[in-house]
């Protein structure tokens, strides 16, 4: 095996730690993000739903009144 000096046996020790705090930091910074991310797909389809729930009431629905059918004697009944 190759000697290395004491400094250079230090300097890469010192590099893999660099870079296993790096990857640390980018696994936090990546959860963080699918955290962020998962937050504003919810938000997003409750966004969603309370647009096309608005819609539908604008359509069809009237609250705390029956529904009224067009024509036809069912609707009477």
Known sequence: ?????AFEGARLKQTAKERL?????KLKDDRR??????REDRS???RGLSVLMSKR???SFT???PRVYSGG???LG
């Not at 095996?1 to 000096?5: D, P, S, V």
């Not at 993000?33 to 998962?38: E, N, T």
Request: charged share 30%.
């Open 1 to 5: 095996m190759l000697h290395l000096g």
């Open 21 to 25: 705090m790096a990857l640390k930091q």
């Open 33 to 38: 993000f699918s955290k962020d991310k998962a």
């Open 44 to 46: 997003q389809r409750i």
């Open 57 to 59: 009431d604008r359509d």
């Open 63 to 65: 609250p705390n009144m």
């Open 73 to 75: 004697s069912h609707a």
